[in-house]
């Protein structure tokens, strides 16, 4: 599910995602960059969440600033199994975008 986004609400440059694994823990990590297709697909569909701005850190240890959203977005990825600290090591690809 997508919990946040880098840039802009309506014109993001990347996500930032969560799942939950087998074993009940919430990993997250970024996307890759949007193709235009899903950034398509996702107008009008991202929200923000109360939160203002979250400052956090991403993969090896990139620091990054992203918008929290309402996590009512749900967008299919490839994800190789590399992990760090509980997220994902590599940035994520985005296939598309599910239907509400």
Same mark, same amino acid.
């Given at each position: 599910?997508?919990?946040?986004?880098?840039?802009?609400?309506?014109?993001?440059?990347?996500?930032?995602?969560?799942?939950?694994?087998?074993?009940?823990?919430?990993?997250?990590?970024?996307?890759?960059?949007?193709?235009?297709?899903?950034?398509?697909?996702?107008?009008?569909?991202?929200?923000?969440?109360?939160?203002?701005?979250?400052?956090?850190?991403?993969?090896?240890?990139?620091?990054?600033?992203?918008?929290? $959203?309402?996590?009512? $977005?749900?967008?299919?990825?490839?994800?190789?199994?590399?992990?760090?600290?509980?997220?994902?090591?590599?940035?994520?690809?985005?296939?598309?975008?599910?239907?509400?």
């Amino acid at each position: 599910m997508v919990i946040g986004v880098l840039g802009a609400l309506d014109s993001p440059t990347a996500l930032v995602l969560a799942v939950v694994d087998d074993d009940g823990q919430v990993r997250t990590g970024l996307s890759a960059t949007l193709s235009s297709w899903v950034l398509a697909a996702l107008q009008g569909r991202l929200r923000p969440a109360v939160r203002a701005a979250v400052t956090a850190r991403a993969g090896l240890g990139e620091q990054i600033s992203y918008l929290p $959203v309402r996590p009512d $977005v749900v967008v299919e990825c490839r994800v190789d199994a590399a992990r760090c600290a509980g997220g994902f090591r590599h940035r994520v690809p985005v296939q598309r975008v599910r239907a509400r």
